[in-house]
């Protein structure tokens, strides 16, 4: 899974949306403690720092060190790689030990987790009581252009996508959660979380390029590079005399937060 966000791993930082800020005070407001928090699968590091805001530290984890070499900086986060293959033993003792998390996150990644692997560690590392999990994502449902990215550009996308995505492009409805629920939806049924941000046109078309389904795209050989194109030409079309000027988007998140039972 690394691989798919080696190459693309500078642009990926700068393309990425920026979750809300209400998102982190809300689940801050949900752990009993603020000591530790660790996000799993962080990439450049965009939910490490905004969690920082409310936790004494964070350890942030990747499988990917190019994205890790991207982290954005920040003194209470600790960026650390997590090699394929590392145990659950080994895990455990990397974020701090048994019973040493107020919260764990993970933002638009754990579709890619081997999720036994994931669960057992929370688990152990988790407290309890008082401790919170808490998963997100979102795909190519973005208004005002839902029609043509989740509809028409993820329909002929979906030939190429590694099976896994298709946990996000469902909003997680088929992703196991076997946590005491805590009011952010709960197995089945995940929480729709707007997420509004400012992209130009430009943007837009980076987000849609960096996803992985271009990756794995390119490598079998398979240019979208046409498709993503006659689309965005259509969205240009609506989108107005300013392509260069950032107008509001809305990405149609899910999240799903609980505690251990």
Request: charged fraction near 25%; include cysteine.
């Amino acid at each position: 899974m690394a691989d798919l966000y080696e190459k693309p791993s500078e642009t990926y930082a700068k393309k990425r949306p920026r979750y809300p800020k209400e998102w982190f005070s809300m689940l801050a407001s949900l752990t009993a403690g603020h000591h530790r928090a660790w996000d799993a699968g962080c990439g450049s590091g965009q939910a490490s720092v905004s969690i920082a805001e409310h936790y004494d530290s964070v350890v942030a984890t990747d499988v990917s060190e190019a994205q890790l070499r991207h982290g954005i900086a920040h003194p209470r986060v600790r960026y650390l790689h997590t090699p394929e293959g590392l145990t659950e033993d080994g895990l455990v003792a990397l974020v701090g030990g048994e019973r040493s998390l107020d919260l764990v996150i993970v933002a638009t990644a754990i579709h890619w987790f081997d999720v036994p692997l994931f669960y057992a560690v929370v688990s152990r590392a988790l407290k309890k009581p008082g401790g919170v999990l808490a998963v997100w994502g979102y795909n190519y449902d973005i208004r005002p252009f839902e029609d043509k990215l989740q509809g028409r550009l993820y329909a002929a996308a979906r030939a190429y996508m590694d099976p896994r995505t298709r946990l996000a492009m469902e909003r997680y409805r088929g992703l196991p959660f076997p946590f005491e629920p805590v009011g952010v939806g709960r197995e089945g049924e995940p929480a729709d979380v707007d997420m509004e941000v400012e992209m130009t046109l430009d943007d837009l078309a980076g987000f849609v390029m960096t996803g992985s389904v271009a990756t794995t795209a390119r490598e079998q050989g398979v240019d979208l590079e046409a498709l993503v194109k006659g689309v965005m030409k259509e969205v240009e079309e609506e989108w107005g005399d300013q392509p260069t000027v950032p107008r509001k988007l809305v990405f149609k998140a899910f999240m799903l937060a609980g505690k251990l039972k």
